[in-house]
C-alpha cells in the first residue's frame, strides 16, 4: 500500500511538471521516462544471477532503493528541475523490481492452495494506495508544489521499506 501510494503520488507530480497543477507535454515525457526506465531496470534484473537476486529482491532492499531515488527526485524538482529527467531514469529503474519483489515475496509467504487470495489482496492493497496517493498527491501539489509531494511520496515509500523489512519471509 504505502509502495503504491508513492507510486502514484509520483505520477501526480510528474504529470504537472512544467506548469504548476496542470498536465503538461513534458509531464508525458517524464512519465515516459519513468516506464521505459522502468523496462530497462527489469531486464538488468532479468539478467543478475538468481544468488544475487534472491537478497536483491528482498522488499525491502528495493523499496529502500525506490525511496532514495524519489528523494532524489524530490531534491532535482527543488534544486535543479532540469534534473527531474534524469531522476527519472533512476526512480524507474527501480521501479519494475519493486512489483517483482512485492509480487514475489507475496509468492513466497502464501500457504499453499491460497496463492491466488494472497496475490489478489496484495493487488487490492496496491490499489488501496494508489487511491489514496492520488487523492493525496494531487492536494500535496496544490498546496505544497512538486518538490514536497515527491518527498512525501519518498517517504511513504521508505514506510513500505520498513514493512517489507518485518514481513515473513518464506512458507512454513
Known amino acids: 500500500m504505502f509502495f503504491f501510494f508513492g507510486v502514484s503520488s509520483v505520477e501526480i507530480v510528474l504529470a504537472s511538471y512544467g506548469s504548476g497543477e ?4 513534458a509531464g508525458g515525457v517524464l512519465l515516459g521516462i519513468v516506464a521505459g526506465a522502468s523496462m530497462i531496470g527489469g531486464f538488468i534484473l532479468g539478467g543478475v544471477s538468481s544468488c544475487l537476486t534472491k537478497n536483491l529482491m528482498r522488499p525491502e532492499v528495493v523499496l529502500g532503493a525506490i525511496s532514495c531515488a524519489v528523494l532524489i527526485l524530490a531534491g532535482a524538482l527543488a534544486l535543479v528541475p532540469d534534473l527531474a529527467y534524469v531522476a527519472c531514469v533512476i526512480v524507474g529503474i527501480f521501479l519494475g523490481p519493486c512489483f517483482a519483489a512485492i509480487y514475489g515475496a507475496a509468492g513466497d509467504i502464501a500457504t499453499v492452495g491460497e496463492e491466488s487470495e494472497t496475490q489478489s489482496w496484495v493487488a487490492s492493497s496496491m490499489m488501496v ?3 489514496l496517493g492520488t487523492a493525496v498527491g494531487g492536494w500535496g501539489v496544490q498546496q505544497y508544489g512538486l518538490a514536497a509531494t515527491v518527498m512525501m511520496a519518498g517517504v511513504a ?3 513500505g521499506a520498513m ?3 518485518f514481513s515473513p519471509r518464506s512458507r512454513a
Do not use: R, Y
Open 129 to 131: 494506495g494508489g487511491a
Open 22 to 25: 496542470e498536465v503538461t507535454v
Open 163 to 165: 514493512a517489507g523489512h
Open 157 to 159: 515509500m521508505m514506510l
